[in-house]
Structure formats: C-alpha cells, structure tokens
C-alpha cells in the first residue's frame, strides 16, 4: 500500500492506481456567480454609505445595511464550501475496483465501488467544442446484465480513464472476452 | 446605532465559529483521505485544499475588518 495514498475504506492489498476529480469547468459557474453576487452586493453597500442621511440613521436603513452585510457574509460561507465540497468528490481507481466518493462537508457522505468483476463494458463520450479543447467528457461504466449504467460526468481525460480501466480489467479477467 | 453594531458583532462570532467548525471537519476529513495530488487533480491546475483553506480564513477575516469599518464609517 502507497503511505502517501490511502483512503477510508480501502482493503490492505489495495494499491491506489489513480484518483480524479472533476474538470474545473464543473466549479467554473460557481466562481464566476460568487464574484458577480460579491461586487453586486458591495457597490450596493457603497451606494447606500453614499447616499446616508445625515444625523441618526433610521431603523429602516439599518435593516437594510445589516441584510446586505449578513447576506455577503452567507455568500462567501456558502462559495467556499462548494469549493472544499469540490475537492472531497474524488474517484480512485484501484487494483481491485472504482470507488467513487461523493462527499460534502455538511450533509452527504456516500461512497459506491464498483468491481471490476461487476463491468461489462466501458464507454466515454467527448462531444463539443468545450469538452475537445478543454479535455473532458463523460465515462459510461454498464453493469452486469447492462441493467445498470453508472455515469462520471465533467471527467477530465476520460480515454486515459477508459484505457486504465480496460487495462486493469482485461489484467483481473483476461479471459473475460475472449478475442474473435 | 446599537441594533447595527449588536447585529453585526452576532453574525460576526456566528461567522467566525462556523468557520472553525468546517476547518475543523475539515481536517478530520483530510486525515481519513490522503492522496498525492498532481497537475491533473489540482483546481486549475495549481490549487491545493490548503489555499482553499487559507482563502476561506483570509476572505472571512476582510470581510469582518471592511464590514467593521464600514459600520464605524457610517456612524461618524
């Protein structure tokens, strides 16, 4: 086992292959939201220190100011725990299956593997002019029987992934699909 | 001006505290998942968990000084 990698769950024979996170496009929205929402709220602090009525400032007014302070405030707690939530979601890759973690600070924990045993056939999609320059796409991972499709979106370089897992795969099971 | 500052100064500590209490779940969090980051994992390319980190402290502290000073500012 790599002393530098491990995870909660992982079995002591379990070698870490690789992990990923999401493609940065995926938190993109959010970072651009927070600092438009961020500089809209401030000019409009600005404003109202502009325009203050001079002497005892009304009840109203106060209100108001103490609204937009708190709400910069949620804004900001808010932003920076999508942020870390970003860097909690991982997918590791295994010697002996795919787990994806998905997990929040707050409110979700969950943690799936999937087998190697359990894939019956790997897929991923690269589609648009985005996902071509930016490299990154969807892997489709079909489950036994094809009941099941488990999909990772926004996966930066899904054919190294799709490689990886056809290779240890084909290294678990080389018989599994024998050559025509 | 008192229900300004007492309103602030509340959400102010409220900030501050839960701060600390995600750090804190944080820190559990990261003990239990170690993984050795490169190029490819990092946000953009560069950004490491530890300058999410020290962006959250440094953002939530300007805020308490420029909202402070904004109140103080407003009251003269």
């Known amino acids: 086992m790599n002393p530098q990698s491990y995870f909660r769950g992982q079995i002591e024979t379990e070698k870490i292959i690789l992990f990923s996170r999401k493609h940065w496009l995926a938190i993109f929205p959010e970072i651009v939201l927070f600092f438009f929402f961020l500089g809209m709220f401030t000019l409009i602090l600005y404003a109202f220190a502009h325009f203050s009525p001079t002497g005892p400032l009304p009840l109203l007014f106060q209100v108001i100011v103490v609204f937009l302070i708190i709400a910069i405030g949620l804004l900001i707690h808010h932003f920076f725990l999508r942020l870390i939530d970003y860097f909690l979601n991982v997918v590791v890759i295994t010697d002996h299956r795919i787990v994806d973690i998905r997990k929040t600070l707050l409110l979700h924990d969950t943690k799936e593997s999937i087998y190697f045993g359990e894939i019956q056939d790997v897929a991923f999609t690269q589609e648009g002019f985005l996902k071509n320059v930016l490299k990154f796409g969807e892997l489709y991972i079909t489950l036994g029987g094809g009941k099941e499709i488990k999909v990772f979106t926004h996966l930066p370089n899904p054919d190294y992934h799709f490689r990886i897992i056809n290779d240890l795969k084909n290294k678990a099971f080389p018989n599994a699909r024998p050559a025509v | ?76």
């Open chain 2, 1 to 76: 001006m008192t229900f300004l500052w007492l309103s602030i100064a509340v959400f102010h500590l409220f900030s501050v505290m839960f701060m600390g209490w995600c750090l804190l779940r944080l820190f559990r969090s990261l003990r239990r998942y170690r993984f050795e980051e490169n190029p490819h994992t990092l946000l953009f390319g560069f950004l490491k968990i530890e300058h999410v980190m020290f962006l959250y402290v440094f953002f939530v502290a300007l805020y308490i000084a420029a909202t402070t000073l904004f109140i103080y500012f407003l009251a003269v």
